[in-house]
């Protein structure tokens, strides 16, 4: 909500200072859209995200996940991108720019959630695909959101520049609070930033060699839900 409103401001800023009569009523329109579908974006926003925390917590459910992303990735690149329109094509370039760019921002606070989340996932790092807090699943579950709207290629990029500016620049203080919740609930709370680790936190050893205690599951779930109304 705070991010519509901010983006409501700045397009009725730029409506106004519009140089031309299309220029102006585009941005009209986009603001006249979101502001009606305000509510219904912010309860998509979170139902996507909600739904990824579901999965983190529910092993059958992340094979099936891991299952889907493989047999996916494993088809060849340039099909697929032959299969996209242009328009899909520049929305994954912009979309991939900003991912790259949040993700370089926030190294550092994002290695540290990284490993106290593969931690509490049983010592199976997450990636780009699964980690509910990874700049490019904010970015792809946006435009999830807004692509059944009735907006053209252009009036979405726009939205996306709104979204890198008063949403994806930040997230410094949500990394921070997810992180020093981690802390405080014991979950590697000595740990340091190192830019090259890319290995996943071995799992403490289990009281049992073939499934997750009770009590560790139910500790993880509480994690997680916590972690997801932040």
């Known amino acids: 909500n705070t991010f519509i409103t901010a983006a409501n401001e700045y397009l009725f800023q730029q409506a106004e200072q519009a140089n031309d009569n299309d220029t102006q009523q585009r941005y009209f329109d986009i603001r006249q859209t979101i502001e009606a579908e305000q509510t219904n974006l912010a309860k998509q926003f979170e139902k996507k995200l909600s739904a990824l925390f579901a999965v983190l917590i529910t092993p059958s459910a992340q094979a099936h996940i891991s299952k889907k992303n493989s047999a996916s990735n494993s088809k060849n690149s340039d099909t697929i991108l032959s299969l996209l329109g242009n328009d899909e094509i520049e929305l994954n370039v912009a979309l991939a720019s900003m991912s790259h760019r949040a993700e370089a921002d926030y190294a550092e606070a994002l290695f540290a959630l990284g490993q106290r989340l593969a931690l509490l996932n049983n010592g199976i790092k997450l990636n780009a695909e699964n980690n509910p807090f990874a700049p490019p699943i904010f970015c792809h579950t946006f435009i999830d959101c807004i692509n059944p709207l009735s907006l053209d290629l252009q009036s979405r990029l726009i939205l996306l520049k709104l979204f890198d ?5 930040n997230l410094t203080a949500l990394y921070a609070e997810v992180n020093l919740h981690l802390v ?21 050893r289990r ?7 009770k009590e560790s599951e139910g500790r993880q779930s509480e994690l997680f839900e916590a972690m997801r109304t932040i």
Do not use: E, G
């Open 184 to 204: 405080n609930s014991r979950v590697l709370p000595n740990l340091r930033y190192h830019h090259r680790s890319d290995r996943p936190i071995a799992p403490k």
């Open 207 to 213: 009281k049992s060699d073939n499934a997750i205690t």
């Open 165 to 169: 500016r008063y949403f994806l620049k």
